[in-house]
């Protein structure tokens, strides 16, 4: 994610302009966005790629027509610029399409990560403790800081394949931790000499791959995604190990208020009168559900707003070498829309509507200045962050609304 401040810039500049970034164009294909399902994978694990296209382009190929390269090694400089190395063709399990929503095409690949991909990583030095923030590298005891890079990576694997098995069974057994301590001399000494620093540990060996799509030959398209062992020990109780999922739409809507020209809104802090104008979510909708009327009146201001379930927890770096608590992760937007190309046929791009997509949940919509611009179709995307986290999965959703000014 680009920092806020550039990104801020770039979209405030966006409304001056005739087409800008959120502004999906009818006559071309546009990836709205990758979907992993689940957020983050273990070594070993099938991971899905939930590929989301917008514009009339997208009806025009197969699937297969997708190319992926993969990279299992991928650096971070200082300043978070990362580098892939050793690009080569994703071994694609399994693809086909699935239905998303009536102006978004859904393709899903399914791939596996390697179960070597954490043992032969580069981004993890030989002297893996120079991960570890200088404050913080005297939490670090000395039976595990003289582990060398590859015996501390061996155990973390050993520990993640039983720890689903004892996942499982403490799951349906609470009480049977008891006998798990006296059965198995590992999950005894897992509890007893390696749970405390187990969060650290995951952190300091969680790698980012990065996958490359090439559509058609014409776009070219980079993600990043992260592979830990978390998900193997979240069953455990009392592990402190947290996994991310990706984020909820609850609803989308437009607040009508009865003020003019404001450039921000906010209904807890805003004392103005306004109309909250629902959308409904087109996922898995008939085509045959009306749209929503949105009434247009020069003396009210309108605005797009979203609304997200409840966001994950994670800790940071610091907070998992010092036995801190858990951070709220921060959660991020970003609006997309598209006309009807029947309707703008004509029209100045700068009478189109337009949104100043700023990152939040509630951002200014400049409805259409040209009466014949009427349907509109909006994707609300929503990605979460946590800062002070080592190479934390990022997860992400996006949702289709359709709605018609009157």
């Known amino acids: 994610m680009a920092p806020c401040s550039a990104g801020i810039f770039f979209l405030a500049c966006g409304s001056l302009f ?10 071309r294909v546009r990836v ?7 957020t983050e994978a273990a070594p070993g694990e099938i991971v899905n790629v939930y590929t989301l296209l917008a514009g009339a382009g997208a ?30 063709p994703l071994a694609i399990q399994s693809y086909s399409e699935k239905y998303f929503s009536e102006n978004t095409r859904c393709f899903v690949y399914a791939f596996k ?9 580069v981004a993890i030095p030989e002297v893996w403790t120079s991960l570890v923030p200088k404050e913080c590298q005297s939490e670090i005891p000395e039976f595990i800081d003289s582990l060398s890079k590859t015996d501390l990576i061996n155990l973390i694997h050993t520990l993640a394949t039983k720890a689903k098995i004892w996942g499982k069974i403490l799951a349906a057994s609470p009480a049977s931790e008891d006998s798990l301590l006296q059965a198995d001399t590992l999950y005894s000494l897992y509890k007893s000499k390696y749970s405390r620093y187990i969060p650290a540990l995951l952190q300091l060996l969680t790698i980012k791959i990065q996958l490359f799509s090439n559509i058609l030959g014409a776009q070219k398209v980079r993600s990043t995604y992260s592979v830990r062992y978390n998900n193997c020990f979240k069953d455990i109780p009392g592990s402190r190990v947290y996994v991310n999922k990706n984020p909820v739409i609850d609803s989308i809507g437009i607040y009508k208020v009865k003020k003019e020209n404001l450039l921000f809104f906010d209904p807890q802090e805003n004392n103005y009168a306004f109309e909250f104008i629902r959308l409904s979510v087109r996922r898995n909708l ?11 009146d020069t003396k009210c201001s309108y605005f797009v707003a979203g609304f997200a379930g409840k966001a994950d927890s994670s800790m940071t770096i610091h907070a998992a070498l010092q036995n801190g608590p858990a951070t709220t992760e921060g959660l991020r937007t970003q609006w997309y829309f598209q006309l009807d190309p029947k309707e703008i046929a004509g029209v100045s791009p700068y009478d189109y509507m337009n949104i100043s997509s700023m990152g939040n949940f509630i951002d200014k919509l400049y409805p259409p200045a040209d009466e014949k611009v009427k349907t509109f179709t909006l994707w609300l995307e929503v990605s979460d962050s946590l800062c002070n986290e ?6 992400s959703i996006v949702e289709e609304v359709q709605g018609r000014f009157e």
């Open 18 to 27: 005739p087409t800008n970034y959120e502004r999906v164009d009818a006559e």
């Open 32 to 38: 709205l966005d990758y979907l992993y399902e689940p």
């Open 59 to 88: 009806a025009l190929f197969h699937p297969a027509e997708i190319n992926w390269s993969v990279s299992y090694n991928v650096l971070s400089n200082s300043n978070g610029v990362d580098t892939a190395l050793e690009i080569k």
């Open 113 to 121: 990560i390697p179960d070597s991909a954490v043992f032969n990583s």
């Open 286 to 296: 008939p085509d045959t559900i009306p749209l929503t009327v949105v009434e247009i």
């Open 390 to 395: 080592i190479n934390r999965p990022q997860g």
